[in-house]
């Protein structure tokens, strides 16, 4: 209800309106508040110091005290490019390093009696992926623990979409602020990409109470780092476009997970990282750039990897590693459960004889191993071709053998032998 109430700096406050301001010229009152996402009883407050030093004024009335229009004074103009000068941020109040660690704590699944996934929620979500039952357990008791998890196997095992299926079993919607105060800079953190809305019930429930509008409501964040990312990605970066800092991925990924593909592939090497995030996570300061105070970091990391676990880490290494998980070929029974679960994805026939005929010609004689990758890319490709004939797309073993083709070229296809 007032500046106090926001942990800010009067003087932060003043010049975040005095810059919002000069971008929108004259302004409403409700457009003000929308912009900075503070109250409209805090704007009051903010407005009325700024005409008490002739910095804005009113520019036009209506008959309501809400139908007002604020704009700046000459003087106010000259002030306003000052703490551009000084920082280019225009946008919604940040919160309190604080105020955002306290709510981190308060929202984290490492909390004693919080949520945890259910194992008929992991069957549920997992069903016709082909994994068996050890590994589903697996996955289960690492999102028990919360602890770092690894996958490993060959390419098109199904690692990093199994990585962000586990993002959909955080039980819970999540608050992040828009922006956070840290060391006296305003450091975007809330990202659309990143921060998901929340399903319409949450939502509907969150819209029925009075809020801080500095935070935004969403599902629990799945940030994605891949091979090709720059060390330099981890640390508060400048957004050279707009002029503002922002928060690196292990930031964005508070209450949430964050997952490491192509782990033993970056340019830093895989036990820095792994340090660098185990520390915090086992209760140590998270600290960036010289920051003094300590930043928030609670996050399941799942790390993906091609490579042997043990040519990325060394034993003492792996021990820190809370689960490892070898994700490879599938067997017989989960592969065709796969195949089944995409043709109804695509709302296709799968008829036994072709699926017969993928396992058992296809792969088995060509010696091409039942990996998970090879469902999706097989339909995809046979609706592709589907489309450039004009015609619906429908699984018949000419229209497989076509498919299969375009993605084993080198593999010889064997001979059908069965009528399609």
């Given amino acids: 209800k007032s500046v106090s109430d926001t942990g800010l700096d009067a003087r932060l406050v003043a010049a975040l309106a005095l810059k919002t301001l000069h971008a929108t010229g004259r302004a409403p009152l409700p457009l003000l ?9 805090v704007l009051r407050e903010v407005l009325a110091g700024l005409m008490a ?6 520019a036009w009335c209506g008959e309501s005290d809400i139908d007002v229009q604020y704009q700046l004074t000459p003087i106010g103009q000259r002030a306003a490019l000052e703490a551009l000068a000084e920082c280019r941020y225009v946008g919604p109040a940040p919160v309190t390093l604080a105020a955002w660690r306290a709510l981190v704590e308060r929202q984290s699944l490492r909390q004693p009696g919080a949520s945890r996934p259910r194992a008929a929620d992991l069957a549920a979500l997992l069903a016709g992926d082909g ?19 690894l996958l490993h196997g060959p390419s098109g095992s199904g690692k990093t979409t199994l990585a962000r299926k586990l993002a959909r079993l955080l039980p819970g919607a999540v608050a992040v602020p828009h922006a956070v105060l840290i060391g006296g800079r305003i450091v975007r953190l809330y990202d659309p ?28 964040p799945l940030v994605h ?12 970066r400048l957004d050279s476009e707009h002029g503002v800092l922002q928060a690196p991925p292990q930031l964005q990924a508070n209450n949430g997970i964050l997952v490491i593909d192509d782990l033993g592939r970056q340019r830093l090497p895989a036990a820095e990282l792994l340090n660098r995030w185990l520390g915090p996570l086992d209760g140590g300061p998270l600290r960036l750039g010289g920051q003094a105070e300590p930043l928030p970091f609670d996050t399941l990391l799942v790390f993906v990897t091609n490579l042997a676990p043990s040519s990325v880490f060394d034993p003492a290494m792996l021990r820190r ?37 993928l396992v058992t010609r296809l792969h088995r004689q060509s010696g091409t191993p039942l990996l998970a990758c090879y469902p999706q890319e097989l339909l995809g490709r046979l609706a592709d071709f589907a489309s450039l004939a004009g015609a619906e797309p429908c699984l018949s073993i000419a229209s497989l053998e076509q498919a299969w083709n375009s993605v084993c070229a080198s593999v010889p296809t064997p001979a059908a032998g069965i009528a399609s």
Wanted: with cysteine.
């Fill in 225 to 236: 780092v891949g091979a090709d990312f720059d060390p330099a990605a981890f640390e508060l």
């Fill in 321 to 357: 590693v809370g689960y490892r998980i070898g994700l490879g070929a599938l067997p017989d029974a989960g592969y065709r459960a796969l195949v089944r679960r995409q043709c109804r994805l695509r709302s296709l026939d799968c008829p036994e004889n072709v699926l017969e005929h």
């Fill in 53 to 58: 030093e002739q910095q804005a004024e009113v």
């Fill in 33 to 41: 508040a929308g912009r900075l996402r503070l109250s409209v009883s």
């Fill in 193 to 220: 990409a990143c921060h998901p809305a929340p399903l319409p019930l949450v939502r509907q429930q969150d819209e029925r109470r009075s809020c801080d509008a500095r935070w935004v409501i969403c599902q629990r």
């Fill in 131 to 149: 994994l068996d039952a050890a590994q589903r357990d697996l996955l289960g008791a690492a999102l028990q623990s919360q602890r770092a998890l």
